[in-house]
């Protein structure tokens, strides 16, 4: 049976997120510590601090290193993984597990991510909305019809059917939502986020990040990543090309779920904060086998396979 992890995305992080996983492993706490180096962070104290890990310049890293160090775990207890996928911010703990990149440059990489999204955050301060119970070509041609040249709003997030995130300028983004009610969506509401996250206003970010990242050394990956950007596997000659286009362009997470089980995958292991990957797995692919790694006690779930 093949298995993939799935690295959780920004917005299921949660105060004290990893921290059992450090406090029970001892090899943990060191790679902590060499990270919070890297990163120039206070890791330990930012993970049980509230506002800072729901800062963007800081849950990107701080969520990416967890994700990290539980991967890294479950490999030492000899867990076998034929492949990945990360949604969005994990598909970056993605390209560490897959083998792209050494964990100092990917840190570094993710880093930059932060600050560069941040930034363009605050230069457009954007918004997101998550629309539910209409199909994809509903809500792409609601996209359509409310964008403007100066007010662009363009679908997301593919999560599964009937649950699709679109992003855009505040006023772009209201219209849609509005016009989704108007059009029969059970719920259409808008996200608690701080930009205009896998949009046209994340382009330059986008381009400064492969500029960035061009200055470290890509590896051929020892285990498949199936990319956001085509919902197909990743080879090295794209990486570059995916860190740029994923920040401005859709995830296509219910695809990709779709290739990897039309490929073979029938177990998915969710790994980082949170649940959402799992719940949206279930509605995907309900004969899929689902296992969640957020908290140090669900490791009892998988002594089955390890």
């Keep these: 049976m093949k298995t993939a992890i799935l690295f959780s995305g920004q917005g299921a992080q949660y105060v004290n997120m990893g921290l059992d996983f450090i406090e029970n492993v001892p090899e943990l706490k060191h790679k902590l510590e060499s990270y919070a180096a890297i990163l120039d962070l206070d890791i330990l104290s930012h993970l049980k601090d509230e506002t800072k890990i729901n800062d963007t310049r800081y849950t990107q890293p701080l969520m990416v290193v967890v994700e990290m160090l539980i991967h890294d775990y479950l490999v030492s207890q000899g867990l076998k993984i034929d492949g990945y996928a990360g949604f969005s911010l994990g598909e970056f703990a993605g390209l560490y597990a897959a083998g792209f990149y050494e964990a100092e440059n990917i840190l570094k990489i993710i880093n930059m991510r932060a600050k560069l999204m941040q930034e ?49 300028s505040k006023k772009a983004v209201q219209l849609a939502v509005d016009l989704a009610k108007e059009k029969g969506a059970r719920r259409a509401m808008m996200l608690n986020v701080s930009g205009a996250f896998h949009s046209p206003y994340m382009k330059d ?45 859709p995830v296509y997470f219910k695809q990709t779920i779709q290739h990897m089980v039309k490929d073979g995958f029938e177990r998915f292991i969710e790994v980082g904060p949170g649940q959402v990957l799992s719940s949206l797995v279930k509605k995907i692919s309900p004969e899929s086998k689902i296992y969640n790694v957020s908290k140090f006690e669900d490791i009892k779930n998988l002594e089955e396979i390890l």
Excluded at 127 to 146: F, T
Excluded at 214 to 225: C, G, Q, T
Aim: charged share 20%.
């Design 120 to 168: 363009a955050s605050t230069l457009n301060p954007g918004a997101m909305a998550a629309i539910l119970s209409l199909s994809d070509d509903v809500v792409e041609a609601i996209c359509k019809e409310v964008s403007t040249p100066n007010d662009l709003v363009v679908a997301a997030n593919y999560n599964s059917d009937g649950q699709l995130v679109i992003s855009g």
């Design 205 to 249: 970010a986008g381009s400064s990040l492969k500029l960035y990242a061009e200055n470290f050394k890509l590896h051929d990956s020892h285990k498949v990543l199936y990319a956001n950007t085509t919902a197909m596997p990743l080879k090295k000659e794209d990486v570059l090309n995916e860190i740029y286009e994923q920040i401005a362009n």
